[in-house]
């Protein structure tokens, strides 16, 4: 008996992006054609992004985005963390597209098949992709319109983490380096930086983080993760991604493209979210 297909229909749309299909790819191609300066001459092997609302981290994201251009990957493996389901797995999702305003999103599902038979921590399932709240989880979902408009052609391998614990990071990072094609996938992370302190501590803390990103050491993000000198909502799938980036290209560069924090947006510095994107890849 074959299933019927099962695309994830958008669950955020309207609410962190436009949810009208002319508006939302207007807005993607100003947030990209914004972006500053010549392309790299690094190649882009793999990225951190935020996952805010775009009128906060949009500009952000998208200068991530910009910099992998030239990669023209075949699959986009995403990787966030899950923000309204708990559970103590990473979650391959095991659907057949995701949809967004733009259209339908495609699943490599010969992938996430691969990534999920590597076993342990990992496995196929729609835990943290589905909305089981007023709001579904949008870590992934506020990257898919990016995807769409610079990477048309590509599909898409989504990875939710209900455990950001180091040994949920090496399995996943051991999983992405057996089974992903280094040659036609792009990494991505989905990360949003410290959440709700004062505009000087939180730009304290997230410079702390990205000058840990700036390292390549993924290890030493979820350590300073850990001891409180940094904070990430996504700091496991940013680990995850640098120590799968740094095996599998290998990724030898690292840079950290902009930082903001949303008191940069609105002016209001009592209580704000930070905001980073990086990419790492290795030099053309």
């Known amino acids: 008996m074959v299933s019927e297909p099962f695309i994830r229909p958008p669950a955020v749309a309207g609410l962190f992006y436009p949810a009208r299909a002319a508006e939302?790819?207007?807005?993607?191609?100003?947030?990209?054609?914004?972006?500053?300066g010549p392309a790299s001459p690094v190649v882009t092997r793999a990225l951190l992004?935020?996952?805010?609302?775009?009128?906060?981290?949009?500009?952000i994201a998208a200068r991530a985005f910009a910099r992998a251009r030239s990669a023209r990957p075949h699959t986009v493996v995403l990787v966030g963390p899950s923000h309204v389901e708990a559970f103590d797995f990473t979650s391959v999702f095991d659907g057949n597209?995701?949809?967004?305003?733009?259209?339908?999103?495609?699943?490599?599902?010969?992938?996430?098949?691969?990534?999920?038979?590597?076993?342990?921590?990992?496995?196929?399932?729609?835990?943290?992709?589905?909305?089981t709240a007023a709001r579904g989880e949008h870590a992934l979902e506020v990257m898919l319109p990016f995807v769409q408009v610079v990477?048309?052609?590509?599909?898409?391998?989504?990875?939710?983490?209900?455990s950001q614990s180091r040994a949920a990071c090496d399995a996943l990072a051991d999983a992405l380096c057996e089974h992903v094609d280094a040659a036609r996938s792009l990494l991505v992370a989905s990360s949003d930086l410290s959440h709700f302190h004062p505009y000087d501590e939180a730009v304290a803390l997230d410079s702390e983080f990205c000058a840990r990103?700036?390292?390549?050491?993924?290890?030493?993000?979820?350590e300073g993760i850990a001891r409180g000198r940094c904070e990430a909502c996504g700091g496991g799938p940013a680990a995850a991604v640098m120590?799968?980036?740094a095996r599998l290209?290998?990724?030898?560069?690292?840079?950290?493209?902009?930082?903001?924090?949303?008191?940069?947006?609105?002016?209001?510095r009592d209580s704000v979210v930070g905001y980073a994107s990086a990419a790492f890849g290795e030099p053309a």
Not at 27 to 33: G, I, M, P
Not at 101 to 115: H, K, N, Q
Not at 151 to 162: K, L, N, Q
Not at 249 to 268: F, H, K, Q
Request: charge should be positive; aromatic fraction near 4%.
């Open 24 to 36: 939302l790819r207007r807005e993607v191609e100003r947030l990209l054609a914004a972006v500053p």
């Open 49 to 59: 992004a935020p996952h805010a609302g775009y009128r906060f981290s949009g500009a």
């Open 97 to 131: 597209a995701f949809s967004t305003p733009l259209g339908d999103v495609s699943v490599d599902r010969e992938t996430s098949r691969a990534l999920a038979s590597h076993g342990g921590t990992v496995r196929l399932s729609r835990r943290g992709h589905m909305a």
């Open 151 to 162: 990477f048309p052609a590509a599909r898409i391998v989504a990875v939710t983490m209900g």
């Open 213 to 222: 990103v700036a390292t390549m050491d993924g290890g030493a993000v979820l």
């Open 243 to 245: 120590m799968a980036g």
């Open 249 to 268: 290209a290998p990724a030898t560069a690292a840079e950290v493209l902009a930082r903001i924090n949303s008191g940069d947006v609105t002016g209001e």
